[in-house]
């Protein structure tokens, strides 16, 4: 992949490639230990199926207009839990270390809402998508 879009098919906080994963079923890792400039290598992991879907994705986030597209779901699921307020903290963990372990071990991407969007006031929507 082009370094101009290296940052994108990461994300920040690597939270794209999460993305990435969770919607295809498929391992992603972009190789980062390569001269400046020079294109980085994406390995891809899983089936044949997951694999080429993993690929139609980076190819959609590499096009022009790439960081704008709806990115299709594929086989992934996206459910929406309304988690007590006060249990959020245990989810997201010191820095985010909870949650980056759960999205590592799971393969899903885990997605809190912090504009208060849950059934009510005490309540948080967390949005979990993956296969």
Excluded: W
């Excluded at 290296?6 to 939270?15: F, Q, T």
């Excluded at 963990?93 to 909870?98: L, P």
């Amino acid at each position: 992949v082009s370094t101009l879009y290296v940052g994108r098919v990461i994300g920040k906080g690597g939270e794209m490639i999460r993305d990435l994963q969770a919607r295809s079923g498929c391992r992603i890792d972009v190789d980062q230990n390569v001269p400046d400039g020079a294109p980085r290598i994406i390995t891809y992991r899983g089936t044949r199926s997951t694999i080429d879907f993993a690929k139609h994705l980076v190819q959609i986030l590499c096009s022009e207009g790439g960081k704008e597209a709806e990115l299709p779901l594929g086989k992934a699921i996206r459910k929406q839990i309304q988690v007590p307020g006060t249990v959020i903290g245990k989810i997201i963990g010191r820095g985010g270390e909870m949650i980056r372990e759960l999205q590592s071990k799971s393969a899903a991407k885990i997605q809190v809402d912090h504009t208060g969007g849950g059934v009510d006031a005490s309540h948080r929507q967390v949005t979990v998508t993956g296969t």
